[in-house]
């Protein structure tokens, strides 16, 4: 059984640019949740995809997108970056669109903003 | 605005003291987990908890969930430099799909 596995690991962007974040959803799993964490911060909840379709948003602007595909891994897009959106994404799979029961997480996308 | 506290936020002992930390709230969560998160590294989940007053035991960790679903505590005894990590708390709101985390607390274990 393979795990939540992230990419890149590390990112170095400037301001203006778009970045695209990757994630492979664990085996089995169709939900996958993105998390944005600041240094110093918990994880904040961006949004969720259940089988290819946004159902859930946290409180972030719309230059930050997302897809699923049908394999179940997903692709976070921020757009227009600014320096403050450097954190660790992280992206967590699990089975079951709206329960949040058990999420296994990646080991994240740190993304620095110049 | 952070709807989970915890309490304290740096933590630094020496291997075999016991401590506890906290999470509060002032909303009601449908759940509670409890997850430690490594440098580099993604959260692990510990534990969940489900019903207030809920008690759950993982070897020398104790996690509490309050009786009226607003707060909850990571007990460890005699902890073990392993122990070393950010110990986070997050809850659902309802049937919410997002997970509110709180900022954390940063536990340092020295031999």
């Known amino acids: 059984e393979t795990g939540v596995t992230q990419s890149p690991t590390h990112l170095i962007k400037t301001r203006g640019q778009q970045v695209t974040l990757r994630c492979s959803s664990q085996?089995?799993?169709?939900?996958v949740s993105w998390y944005q964490q600041a240094l110093g911060q918990g994880p904040q909840f961006i949004f969720q995809?259940?089988?290819?379709?946004?159902?859930g948003r946290g409180n972030f602007p719309p230059r930050f997108s997302g897809l699923q595909f049908p394999n179940y891994s997903s692709e976070l897009n921020v757009n227009a970056l600014e320096l403050d959106d450097s954190a660790l994404y992280l992206c967590a799979s699990s089975s079951g669109g709206r329960t949040h029961e058990k999420l296994f997480f990646g080991s994240g996308t740190q993304l620095s903003v110049l | 605005t952070q709807l989970l506290e915890q309490s304290p936020q740096f933590l630094s002992i020496q291997e075999g003291e016991n401590l506890t930390v906290y999470c509060n709230s002032s909303s009601v969560f449908s759940s509670l987990q409890w997850y430690r998160q490594e440098p580099g590294e993604g959260p692990v989940l510990l534990v969940t908890?489900?019903?207030?007053?809920e008690v759950k035991k993982l070897k020398r960790l104790t996690f509490q969930f309050g009786d009226a679903r607003k707060d909850s505590s990571l007990h460890i005894t005699a902890a073990q430099p392993g122990d070393t990590g950010l110990y986070l708390c997050?809850?659902?709101?309802?049937?919410?799909?997002?997970?509110?985390f709180g900022k954390g607390t940063s536990l340092l274990v020295t031999p």
């Open positions: 997050a809850g659902k709101v309802n049937s919410g799909y997002a997970l509110n």
């Open positions: 908890v489900v019903t207030g007053g």
């Open positions: 085996s089995g799993h169709n939900t």
């Open positions: 995809y259940y089988r290819e379709e946004e159902n």
